[in-house]
Structure formats: C-alpha cells, structure tokens
C-alpha cells in the first residue's frame, strides 16, 4: 500500500516552479497525476502515482512523502485530515487501573488520538469527504475494546478530565487568580487539600499572568486531578518541574490510577518509565502518518525506542540506537579555565545567593540542576555581568548568548528573517548547517511564519538563535522544553558538540535527567531554600554532582540489564537503600 502525502506548512508553492508537476514521469505523459487545489497545493492521486519518488526529490522544501506502507495497515485507518493529509491507523486502549503511555516523535498523531479517545474529534475512518456518523464508527470498532470506551464516552457514560499540553497558554484562556480556577472543581478535593498536594499553598491568591512555568504546570496538573473523572488524560505533566517535582507528579498519577484509567504523553524518559505501567509506541512519519503499536510494558517500549527498531513490526526509525554509560565519562579537561569564581555572595532582599569556588572550561557543557527559585539565572546573569555580586571574586568578561526558559512567538516574520537577522553569515556557513541546522531539523522550519510554530518547533530555533549568536558562554535554560525524546537527544549532542567544536562554553539548566547525562561534561548543583537562599556548587565532576543532586532530592537510579539506561528505583526498595547506604545515587 502507498500513500502520498504533502505536507502544505512546508509547500512554498509560490516560490516555487512547480516541479512536482514539471518532473513527475506520468504528467510528462499527459496522466493527470498531480493536480493543484483551490489554495494552489499540489494534490497527488494515489491510485495513479507509480511512486517513483522523482517530486519527493526534485520539491526543494521537501513538502512531499511518498511511502509505502505494510498491507495489514489496510482497513486500520482510524483519522485523516483530508486528502493527502495526514492519517492515522489505530489507536491507544484505555485500560481500568493501568497507566498507559504513549511515547513517539512530535508531528506523529498523539494528539489526534487523544482527541479521538475523549470524544473530542471524531474519527473519519480515512472518509474525511464523506465523514461518519457516530454510529457508523461504533459499528465500524464493533467487537473491540475501542468500541466500548467510545460508546461509553459518546453516551456519556463515562466522565473525561484532560491536562492540555501547553501550559504556558493558560493565563490567556483563564483569567482570575489560583483559587477561583481550582475552586471550580472540588471534586476530588478541597481547594486547600489541592494546595497542599501540589504545592500551590503560596500563589493562591495570585494571578494566573504572574505564575513561572513550574506552577502553571501544578496548577493545571491539580485542576484536572480535583475532578472526579473515569479517564485522565495527561498530555506533558512534567514539562517546566523539577526533578524531585517530576517524581511527586508521578507518584501522585499512580495513586490516582489505582481505579481509574490513566493515558499520558510523557517525553521525559525516566519519568515515563517510573510512571507508566505500559507504553504504546508511535511510530510513522512526521506529517504524513502515524502507527500506534500495541502496548508493550514500560521497560521493553523504552528500550525498544531507544534502540530505533520494533522487533515486532519489523520497523527500524532510526539509525542508530541511543546509548548510555553506566560510568561517568573521564573528567580530564586539558583546557584553560574561561571564567572562575569564588565566594561569590549576593543580596537581593527577599533572595540571597552564595556560589563556591569553580572555573568553567573552554569547551566544556556544564549541566545545571537544583529546584527552580535556587539562583541558577541569577548566577549566569552574574557571569555576564547583568548583576554585580556583593562580595566574592567572579570574573565578568565574558560574552553570553542567552536562551531564556519561555519563549514566545511575538517576533515578525519568517525563522528565516529571524536567523539571518541574528547572525546571516554563521547561519549561512556550510559549518553551521551541519553542526545546528540539520540535527536540529530546522531547513524544514525556515520559510515558516514564527507565530505558526508549535512549542516543539519553536524550542528549536530558539536553541539555534542561541547558538548562532557571537559569544563566549552560552546559557540555555530548560532547552528540552515541548521536544519529544528523539529531539532531546539530538539537542543535547548538537549543543555539547558545538562547544567543543568551537572552543566555547555551555551552561545548561534542565530538568531531564536523560537529557543532563548527554549533555554534560560536569555539573553545578543548586540547593538551599526556593525563594529565599540559594546555594550554588561546583562545576563538579559527573559522579559528584549527580550523587549530590541526587541525595538532595532522595532519588536513586539503578541501570537497565539490557540498555544501561538509569531507571528511578522504588523508594525504599532494596537498591535503593543499598545505593544511599554507598553513596551511589546514579552510577551505581
Ligand atoms: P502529535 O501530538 O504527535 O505531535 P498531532 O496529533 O498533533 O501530533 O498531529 C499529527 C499530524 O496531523 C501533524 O502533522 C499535524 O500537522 C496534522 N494535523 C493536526 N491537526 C490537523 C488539522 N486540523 N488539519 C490538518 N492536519 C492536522
Ligand atoms: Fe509522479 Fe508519483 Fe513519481 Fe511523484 S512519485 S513524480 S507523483 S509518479
């Protein structure tokens, strides 16, 4: 089976000469095989189209997939868009008391399925010029499981609290404070048990336009949890938390899922594995289709995505398996130091901050962790030289490139016009397109209007404006932000190559611990009390810095048999009290 799709984001077709039409073997031949819609996009007859693959090549913007597809997919397709839009074949099955994951690239259909799951999108069944009835649906599942949860949810039989993944838009659709949101929905719990749970007892009282990202997250995370619901489901609950925050959100969707049915798209591998109970994986092709696989167990899903191939299905979608060390990399730098401090103090009335003594070295990534509010901005504001410290030596001669935690879309124009603006002549470098561009997946950005782009892809030219810029330190401030676990990796490898390669330095905030363990070669660790006293040590060498990030927050990580990816133990499980008693809280 072959499927034809364009994806028209990336069709520029008025700047273009048409040659998906010029070269096209069966139009030269006068077969009508690629006529162009009302909007002036190309639309490609399948059951003409010989898949020869010359417009997928000869389309500079690379807005066109031909793809052949295994012939069980047939009779499987749950959605599509519109004609040669994106489809989607079957779906994720909610199941009583189990928490059921889905892991998979962005573009891939998660959201579409858990539209489709809650009753909020119904599916076409591929007939999106002729879409069926609710009836025709449930007959078309008759006999599945899929058909009773949707007739449960179509009857409205059964009740759906639903997380939505971006935050960081909720101030714009709610106005009012903390406690008028929450106190709409005590349903499972009072407005003060929900503050207490989530830890929101703080900013009650406090606009929605004046809450961090952290607490937009627990705000809309208790918001749906209060709800007395059947389904829950979770889309991103951990982004813009902290480590020992992801673990309590974790641990508080487990107690929830005892009687419920629990679906959650969760990006943040270690979470994801701590949390699920199985996972289905997505696999497909960015805009063009997407695969739900059958639930596998957490452990097996994880490995089989970070190894690219399903066994199963005989899929490979990537290249080369993701790997980790189970010991730290060798911490010899032979570098000079690019900036050192020591005893660095700062008051700033309600916030004190007090760093230690430690260099940075030229090429070296240093992963920053510790809980928000502890000063990890303030400190790399010192460095360059934004604030003055009080007392201590620092030296502020250096030049950051800043990519701060939110970012918005306010910037006219393309993320072409935005790049070149930044620093035409690196982004245009041959050196620059293979090291940022490419691994990052940008090109296909590049004509896009920045207002159009989903977090994901905006997280993306953020990074790269961060890198483009002229300086001597970079700072990136939670960069795996709304990137789904394949983009984290790749960011991860492009900014810690980029510093080597170019004898800068990087300092990278973030909460990832899959992400951390590429990223950096060493690690400053913030601790102290959020909000009022902050206290920053190191660099530190990757042993040192885990185990006391780690026995900070009181979480263990032993290592896969199979993969030597870290896993979360259980508290108080053997290796968990074994690893505390060693002081091995990661490479055990
Ligand atoms: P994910 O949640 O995995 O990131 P989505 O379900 O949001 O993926 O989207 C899957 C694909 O479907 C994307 O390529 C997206 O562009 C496309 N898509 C989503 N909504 C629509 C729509 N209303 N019309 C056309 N295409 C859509
Ligand atoms: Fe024409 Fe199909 Fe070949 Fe594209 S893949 S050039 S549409 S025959």
New binding site residues.
Partial sequence: MRIAAV???RCQNRKCNKECVKFCPLMRTGVECIAFNEKGKPVISEVLCQGCGICVNKCQFEAIKIIGLADELKGEMVHQ??EN??R?YRLPIPKKGLITG?L????????????ILSGTELPNLGRFDDPPSKEEVLEHFAGTELHDHLKNVYSGNIKIALKP?YVDKLPQSVKGVVRDLLSRVQERMTVDEAAELFELKEVLDRELTKLSGGELQRLAMAATIMRDADIYFF?EPTSYLDIYQRVKMARIVKDLSVDKQVIV?EHDLAILDYLADNVSV?YGS???Y?VFTLARQVRTAINVYLDGYLPEENIRFRDRPIEFESSPPRSEWNTPDLVEFDSVEKDMGEFKLNIGKGAVKIGESVGIVGPNATGKTTFVKMLAGVIKPDKGALDTAVKVSYKPQYISADAEGTVRDILYAKAYDTVNSGFFEGEVLDPLGIKHLMEKDIKTL?G?ELQRVAITMCLAAEADMYLFDEPSAYL?SNQRMNAAKTIRRMMEKTGRSGMIVDHDIYFLDMVSDSMMVFGGEPGHHGIGEGPLDMRDGMNKFLSAVDITFRRDADTNRPRINKPDSRLDREQKSKGEYYYA
Avoid: C, M, R
């Fill in positions: 994806l028209h984001d868009y519109g839009l994106f989607l889905i998979g690239p962005n573009g891939i259909g998660k959201t579409t399925a858990i539209k993944q889309d798209i997505v960015e805009g063009a997407g989903s994901g789904d």
